[in-house]
């Protein structure tokens, strides 16, 4: 029969493997939440995003780097690496709620599913990665520390007790930051139109193109036909519609018209192409929607015919 100290030592050896199972299983788990954000922004990157200036390459490098860092996380147990994929994780996620926010290289996100599902998994995987990397320290000094060792040790678990409350109030911060943005980026759909409105052209890039009255470019979305328009849901947040009548400013020629949206609305047309502006653009005298493939098709400048 064991005696009471052998099943101590065979107690302590299984809770110290099950310790170990558990830490092993958060690493791996903060690993795989990097490559899942990175095959997110791969599917983006494929379905259009690679097309937008900047922020194509910007994706590329954010897919290349998620599964670089997943991969490493996975193969080092290592506390700077995982903590290197909690960093990166947060940035990739404050990124996201600035373009949600405000137009980042001309470029303005909206509210989408992919979105909230990277959003997520970032804010987890920046959790699953800084609690591995900041699992406690050993409480039990080795052999023959001085006492500036043990002092130093001590000091080391302060310090990593600190950057966990300093964690949390991240973590948390973060989940707070994106359930606001996302609520904020909601957009209500096009409400049918009245008469007056003015379409007038400007030149942008040495190109006479059509803009609405506060000056913001026109694009018209290839996949539409003149009576129908293809852009709907996420599409139409994107590229809003211009609804109402149209009132050609001085100068502006060629034929105006309009077809109905499913909601009723009536959406102005300009040579048989549906009229649309771009979240994108910040400010009139831009153009960041022009030539790009994005919610299933081509966008283009509605150039005046002249």
């Known amino acids: ?71 490493a996380v996975v193969t080092f147990d290592n506390r700077l690496v995982s903590a290197a994929g909690a960093g990166f994780s947060l940035a990739t996620l404050v990124g ?3 373009s949600l926010r405000i137009a980042l290289f001309g470029f303005r996100e909206v509210r989408t599913t992919a979105g909230e599902l990277a959003g997520v ?12 990397a900041l699992r406690p320290y050993r409480l039990d000094a080795p052999a023959g520390l001085t006492d500036r060792g043990r002092h130093s040790n001590g000091r ?58 506060r000056g913001y470019a026109l694009y018209w979305f290839a996949p539409d036909s003149s009576a129908t328009s293809a852009c709907y849901g996420t599409c139409a947040a ?38 649309y502006t771009y979240v994108g653009d910040s400010a009139p005298g831009q153009a960041n929607g022009n030539h790009i493939k994005l919610n299933g098709g081509w966008w283009y400048e509605m150039r005046m015919l002249g």
């Open 238 to 275: 994107y590229w809003p519609p211009l609804i109402g009548l149209p009132e050609p400013a001085t100068g502006v020629i060629g034929k105006f018209a309009t077809i109905k949206r499913s909601g009723g609305a009536l959406q102005i047309t300009y040579d048989r192409h549906p009229l």
């Open 96 to 98: 996201y709620l600035l």
């Open 121 to 132: 998994i970032e804010i987890i995987g920046f959790v699953a990665l800084t609690v591995f």
């Open 1 to 71: 029969m064991k005696s009471q100290h052998e099943f101590q030592d065979v107690s302590r050896a299984v809770a110290a493997r099950a310790h170990g199972a558990w830490w092993s299983l958060t690493r791996l788990s903060g690993g795989a939440l990097l490559v899942a954000t990175g095959a997110v922004h791969l599917d983006l990157y494929l379905t259009g995003y690679r097309t937008i200036p900047t922020i194509g390459w910007l994706f590329l490098v954010q897919v290349i780097s998620a599964v670089g860092l997943g991969a």
């Open 156 to 213: 080391r678990r302060m310090m990593v007790r600190s950057a966990r409350w300093v964690c949390v109030v991240m973590a948390a911060l973060a989940g707070v930051s994106l359930g606001i943005s996302l609520n904020l980026a909601r957009t209500a759909a096009p409400r049918a139109g009245g008469s007056g409105v003015v379409v007038k052209f400007a030149e942008v890039h040495g190109v006479a193109v059509l803009t609405n009255a």
